[in-house]
């Protein structure tokens, strides 16, 4: 008896250590986990005007999504937008190589898995994560407009998780581009005919996104919205001074037009 008492109580000594090294572990997770939006809000709060881009990695540069992703970002970069991508190749780097090229700030947010390894070449700034949904947070949070190329599993998570913070009134309502229409008209027919059909979504909720197949058009939908959107909030709203001499140029813009 005395013998099983000394095992039992050996056993439960493992356990409450294994446990105190449990939930020390999850302290030193939340302090990376803090550490990533400390970095992410900083380097993002200073940027200025920006608009998001997503898409798959997979896509070569003779791809032509890849080139198109090119020349939407190069006009919204000589626009006077800054471009944050995930950092990564295919519609990514495309991105991030028009927004350089066109002189305007390159921002690639990466995230640490093996099929991401390495940023592209052309980011002027970057952030390394190790958390997907701190990143996910960063690509979303600051942007003006979302421009969302075909993509896989993570190009669907965060256009589900922008439109889901939208339906929830989590998030102010922004455009979200889906560029490509031969790829995303079968997701919105699904979504028509299947989902507000058998009342999962609302009628209303397919008007948060638009198809695009023209880059000039795409630039033209966040400008437009951005205008508007100033004339209900005033240049108060807009607490960076960068935006309120993108703002000034943008009217200056259209006016003259």
Not at 190 to 200: A, D, I, L, N, P
């Amino acid at each position: 008896m005395k013998k099983r008492w000394h095992n039992f109580k050996i056993h439960r000594e493992w356990e409450i250590i294994g446990e105190l090294k449990a939930k020390q572990g999850d302290v030193w997770r939340l302090f990376r986990i803090l550490s990533e939006f400390v970095q992410g809000f900083d380097l993002l709060s200073e940027i200025g005007p920006s608009v998001t881009f997503f898409g798959s990695s997979r896509f070569t540069p003779e791809n032509p999504y890849y080139r198109k992703a090119y020349e939407t970002a190069y006009l919204f970069g000589k626009e006077g937008y800054t471009i944050v991508t995930g950092g990564g190749p295919g519609i990514m780097e495309a991105a991030n190589k028009g927004a350089k090229e066109a002189g305007a700030e390159s921002i690639g947010l990466q995230i640490d898995i093996p099929t991401e390894a390495g940023k592209n070449p052309y980011t002027t700034k970057s952030l390394l994560f190790k958390h997907f949904f701190v990143r996910k947070v960063m690509l979303l949070r600051y942007a003006l407009g979302y421009v969302i190329f075909p993509g896989g599993y993570g190009t669907f998570d965060e256009l589900f998780e922008a439109l889901t913070l939208m339906q929830t009134k989590k998030m102010y309502p922004f455009p979200i581009l889906l560029f490509g229409s031969e790829y995303w008209k079968p997701l919105v027919h699904f979504m028509r005919h299947t989902m507000v059909e058998f009342g999962t979504i609302g009628d209303d909720d397919l008007n948060f996104f638009q198809i695009v197949d023209d880059p000039e058009e795409a630039v033209e939908i966040i400008n437009r919205f951005v205008l508007e959107k100033s004339k209900h909030f005033g240049e108060s709203f807009y607490v960076n001074p960068k935006f309120v001499k993108f703002l000034r140029r943008l009217r200056e813009k259209y006016e003259r037009s």
